[in-house]
């Protein structure tokens, strides 16, 4: 939003659960976030003796008050330092109020740390797949292995490698021992239990091993690394049951809200890329520790990881510098999978587990997409399918047995809240349905756990600007209609003009949860990136295979899509016009993808023969972007032909 501040107001960004509100002086965060229902953990009430509730403050910390006495007490120096607050001391200084009113937003930014946050957030963690057979890259084995004597003095290693050939376990002596395993081999052999348990990965190395029989205990996790939520899947690798998931959002929105403004802080801070490794790794340390305590299982007996994320996930999660996917020609460091040791990447599971790395297509198309195509078998489709995943950075693939094709399109974040006035992600009291009577424009809706609304997440918005359409609200130019300004709905102010959605006497906060101008047009831009990217991606298939090529269903994939309604998402031509039981919403595509890779091997062999039939277009780039953009942005498109079933379209007025 690159903007004078012309309504004069003063804003605070809170991550990374994407909220944006009005400072006023003398209030303390903690009282804003209270004001704003935004439930954090704080002891004493906001009263400065119990230090809990941290904050970091990540831009704009020269407008704040001085660290008071409680946070000189409970905040170390080096805290201080780096930007650390009490949410209920720290406030803007008045004499800073008028000199931010002329800057634009946002001009403070302050992250909210996991265990500081009561929210809760709808983080989408299901999927729609097929059964997979089993067939996992770790086995345990049960074993009882004889002692050596005088006689047959046979080194503890090489007799265990025996005896496993012996019971047909294994079936040649090439097996390596991690030298961690190795080390705790000679004790537990001479203890006087006499079946141990040991763990193989890949046929090929022991990487554990354990007194009794511990054979049940096989475990692996999947995760699913986005730029907003990451999704962990703790799953049994003997009988492929799923034993916990656990979520959480992606602390790394306190360093920006999408993939470039990542690597835009790695370009700029000397120590970003370690900040942003580290804030992932905890996150994902976060994650396992959650499902292993819900489950009830050690994160010892985790023996391998597979993670699907995009690109630049993939590279912060390394620890791989990303600046060169930013610039042309959009680079990665590395296309094939990849398998690591816990202990190098500092992940606590078990430190000689296997993390296997999904490959990734291209700069800006990930291994999440890798995840969707296996999950969705869209390359294995008899008709022609659009598969989208929906988020922060929108990928797209059209495909079937015979062509396969995928690009990125610069959605941004406008349909997970950001840049909406009273945008939010999916979380206790965010609208998530609305209805629009077209006679006197009341408005009916619903909010995650039925409390009192505070703001609109996604899905919230493409109903609201389907619903404002039908009841012509606003134009096919997505302009409001000035001959409706004299309704109650309406705050028209200069050449300012907002539509409300709740009143302020319903909402949680006091104040209107509206739809201005400037929120129409961001969700313009997002949609239109996303049929504009499908539209140069047929163009490109055409021209390279067959004239007569046509989209047959529609797969939409992602929390986003998972949610949203999808004959909404038609009307304002997010998605071509096809039936509705064509379109088929499918989850969590590319977790679920990283689930097939992490129970059956031979996936991952798929994914790489994938890359040899994954042709890669590059939308931005296209000649004829700009015109397909600037057509995309009318509802549902510049050429009515497009959308044939849409016939209440030709009563709605273009402009």
């Not at 659960?17 to 004001?35: E, G, M, V, W």
């Not at 296309?335 to 606590?348: D, G, H, M, S, V």
């Not at 028209?492 to 003009?497: I, S």
């Not at 067959?546 to 899509?561: H, R, S, T, V």
Request: charged share 25%.
């Amino acid at each position: 939003m690159n903007m004078k501040n012309s309504n004069n107001k003063v804003f605070l960004d809170f991550e990374p659960i994407s909220r944006r509100l009005i400072i006023t002086p003398l209030k303390s965060f903690y009282q804003a976030l209270l004001d704003s229902n935004i439930q954090i953990n704080s002891l004493c009430g906001g009263k400065g003796t119990c230090g809990k509730c941290k904050v970091q403050v990540q831009k704009g910390i020269e407008y704040l008050n001085d660290p008071t006495n409680s946070e000189k007490k409970f905040l170390t120096q080096e805290e201080l330092n780096n930007g650390w607050r009490l949410a209920c001391q720290a406030e803007v200084k008045k004499e800073s109020l008028e000199e931010l009113k002329k800057l634009p937003p946002p001009q403070i930014r302050v992250y909210l740390p996991e265990d500081l946050l009561l929210e809760d957030f709808k983080i989408l963690t299901s999927s729609k797949g097929r059964k997979v057979s089993l067939n996992p890259n770790v086995r345990k084995f049960s074993i009882e292995i004889e002692a050596p004597t005088l006689d047959d003095p046979i080194p503890d290693f090489e007799r265990t490698i025996k005896e496993l050939i012996k019971s047909n376990l294994i079936n040649n002596e090439n097996i390596n021992i991690s030298l961690t395993t190795l080390r705790k081999l000679p004790s537990i052999l001479r203890n006087k239990k006499k079946r141990i348990t040991l763990t193989l990965l890949d046929d090929k190395e022991i990487i554990d091993c354990e007194l009794n029989e511990e054979i049940n205990n096989n475990f692996g996790i999947a995760i699913d690394i986005g730029t907003t939520t990451i999704v962990g899947y703790l799953i049994n690798l003997n009988d492929g049951k799923i034993y916990a998931v656990s979520s959480l959002l992606n602390p790394q929105t306190a360093f920006g809200e999408d993939v470039i403004t990542r690597i835009t802080y790695v370009k700029d801070n000397e120590n970003g890329l370690n900040q942003l490794q580290d804030a992932v790794i905890r996150a994902l340390n976060s994650i396992i520790m959650k499902a292993c305590n819900k489950a009830r299982v050690s994160a010892n007996q985790i023996y391998e990881a597979t993670i699907v994320g995009n690109s630049v996930m993939h590279h912060l999660f390394l620890g791989i510098n990303p600046i060169n996917i930013g610039l042309s020609p959009y680079v990665p460091a590395i296309q094939r999978n990849t398998n690591f040791k816990a202990k190098e990447l500092n992940l606590k599971i078990n430190p000689e587990a296997n993390i296997h790395v999904l490959p990734v297509i291209a700069g800006f198309v990930g291994a999440d997409t890798i995840g969707v195509i296996l999950a969705s078998e869209i390359h294995e489709q008899d008709e022609l399918t659009l598969a989208i995943d929906i988020g922060t950075n929108g990928e797209i693939i059209i495909g079937n047995s015979n062509v396969l094709a995928t690009g990125s399109c610069a959605a941004g974040s406008a349909l997970e809240g950001s840049h909406i006035k009273n945008g939010m992600r999916a979380a206790g009291g965010a609208i998530d349905t609305i209805k629009i009577n077209p006679d006197d424009l009341s408005v009916s809706y619903t909010t995650i756990k039925n409390k009192k609304p505070i703001g609109i997440c996604g899905s919230g918005l493409i109903d609201a600007v389907a619903e404002m359409l039908r009841a012509k609200i606003i134009s096919r130019s997505g302009s409001f209609n000035k001959a409706l300004f004299d309704n109650e709905r309406f705050i028209v102010k200069d050449k300012h003009v907002e539509f409300i959605i709740a009143k302020k006497d319903e909402t949680g906060t006091g104040q209107h949860v509206s739809l201005t101008q400037e929120d129409i047009r961001e969700i313009q831009m997002a949609k239109g990136a996303f049929y504009s990217g499908m539209r140069i991606i047929m163009n490109y298939l055409k021209s390279k295979h067959e004239k007569d090529l046509e989209i047959k269903q529609i797969f939409l994939a992602g929390a986003f899509g998972n949610y949203i309604k999808k004959e909404n998402a038609k009307f304002i031509g997010m998605i071509p016009d096809l039936p509705d039981d064509k379109i088929y919403q499918i989850g969590n595509a590319a977790g679920l993808g990283a689930q097939y890779c992490l129970m059956n091997k031979n996936y991952r062999k798929k994914a790489m023969t994938l890359l040899n039939k994954i042709e890669y277009v590059e939308i931005a780039t296209k000649q004829e972007f700009q015109k397909e953009f600037a057509e995309a942005m009318y509802f549902p498109h510049m050429k009515l032909e497009y959308f044939p079933s849409l016939s209440i379209y030709k009563e709605i007025p273009r402009r």
